[in-house]
């Protein structure tokens, strides 16, 4: 599909828009897959420390969730700050950051320190994930967007299919060199890749389309044009274009309250998923490395498929809800089957699928509603909301486990939020909200979609 830009020459879309992915796509994913794996090394990570310190599940939940109380304290303040400096310079802050603090956690040896390190380790990511879909959100019209968001989440599944195996592997080999543990090698190491993608970020990124040189004028103004028709449909009818307004939104508060389910299901799938495999019958650190990695293989085709009939028939609520539902009820078979490791892990790669999807086609929403510096405040609220379940479920969890020895009551818990989660977004967000299907076929012919 081809366009004409304010009399100028025609920029085919489908080309431009290959173009602009090609450019940024790739560098912006390894960014998001390295800070997965620096955010969940310590699910392989634990099974060693709590041999090696004497930590509890307790211990483990308790310092999970202190993550993410560093995240919720920063995280809006890192996207005003975004919304100063830009959006290139503040993913170089954030990533030469939680580098440096994933080594510093080498040196946690009592849980003071271990919970410390996870509090830094929140702070410092703070503001990454809203900032790289408002990244997005300067680059692409929301009409290809999910299919943006989708290759952009496919950090999530490369995380856990890259980082288990990889975490397993150097404690398995590198335990005892130098007189350092095992775990100590794996934050060492790990902390490396997010610096030197920091450089890059520097190096190779722009903060918006008008400053690439990649990109000729008429390519430039083609995409202007896109994001300048996104803007007119936002505001018709009613404006959300201001940073405050969006903060005085109720449906910004809705949208946070189906992410606490969102980040609930994120939590299970990320932080204790090495664990429902140990209690499954498999010990071996390198064994539950590998195991843990085969979930996101299906996770990842899955949820390219669904973001992309989601774009295709611009319907968000329904694939993201549906989902959740999905995933909740394998977190309530796994309940009843942590003895049987084969059913364990297919049910692990059901879940992990349908969370993919689900966490996609949501996470496409406030960007699809909001607007301008709406946008980043909007996405900031919401992540920020969830991150309060994000950092109580899992000390709920580790709770649960220390005092009943099973976390299968803690799997139901998190299936209900998550059930809980899906219900609100479709109660609370009307389809009309979204206003995509109000332009029809002219959205289409502006995108260039090929649907």
Request: glycine fraction near 12%; charged fraction near 10%; hydrophobic fraction near 50%.
């Amino acid at each position: 599909m081809t366009s004409t830009s304010h009399g100028g020459p025609a920029v085919p879309r489908d080309p431009l828009y290959r173009k602009v992915a090609w450019r940024i796509m790739p560098l912006l994913l390894a960014c998001y897959v390295v800070s997965f794996i620096d955010r969940t090394n310590v699910g392989v990570a634990q099974v060693r420390l709590k041999a090696d310190l004497g930590f509890s599940e307790g211990v483990y939940g308790l310092a999970v969730g202190l993550f993410f109380v560093g995240f919720i304290l920063f995280e809006v303040p890192s996207n005003m700050l975004l919304a100063r400096i830009g959006a290139r310079k503040t993913l170089v802050r954030i990533m030469v950051s939680w580098g440096v603090v994933t080594f510093l956690t080498v040196f946690a040896t009592t849980p003071a320190l271990f919970y410390v390190a996870r509090f830094l380790l929140g702070v410092a990511e703070a503001g990454f994930f809203p900032g790289a879909l408002f990244y997005l959100a300067q680059w692409f019209p929301s009409a290809r967007r999910t299919r943006m968001t989708a290759l952009f989440f496919l950090g999530v599944p490369l995380s856990g299919i890259l980082g288990p195996p990889l975490s397993g592997w150097i404690m398995h080999t590198l335990g005892g060199a130098l007189g350092l543990k095992d775990w100590q090698w794996l934050f060492a190491l790990e902390a490396l890749p997010p610096i030197v993608l920091g450089v890059l970020v520097m190096l190779f990124f722009q903060d918006k389309p008008a400053q690439a040189r990649w990109l000729s004028e008429p390519e430039k103004q083609a995409i202007a044009d896109d994001l300048g028709a996104d803007q007119d449909r936002k505001q018709a009818g009613s404006k959300h274009g201001g940073m405050l307004r969006a903060l005085r939104d109720p449906r910004v508060y809705i949208l946070g309250l189906v992410s606490c389910g969102c980040y609930t299901l994120a939590n299970a799938v990320s932080f204790w998923t090495p664990l429902v495999i140990n209690s499954s019958g498999v010990g071996n650190v390198l064994d539950i490395g590998l195991l843990a990695a085969i979930p996101p293989v299906l996770g990842m085709g899955v949820m390219l498929l669904v973001g992309r009939h989601s774009d295709r028939t611009l319907e968000r609520r329904w694939h993201a809800a549906g989902a959740e539902f999905f995933a909740a009820a394998c977190l309530i078979g796994l309940s009843f089957v942590s003895g049987n490791p084969y059913l364990v892990i297919v049910l692990l790669a059901l879940m992990t699928a349908a969370h993919y999807s689900g966490l996609t086609v949501f996470y496409s929403i406030p960007s699809i509603y909001l607007s301008g510096p709406a946008a980043a405040s909007g996405i900031a609220m919401v992540t920020t909301m969830g991150s309060l379940a994000a950092a109580t479920s899992p000390a709920l969890l580790g709770w649960i486990k220390t005092t009943t020895g099973s976390l299968d009551l803690g799997l139901q818990i998190s299936a209900g939020v998550v059930v809980l989660g899906g219900v609100i977004l479709l109660l609370g967000i009307p389809a009309s909200a979204l206003r995509e299907n109000s332009l029809g076929p002219a959205l289409t012919a502006r995108s260039g979609s090929g649907r």
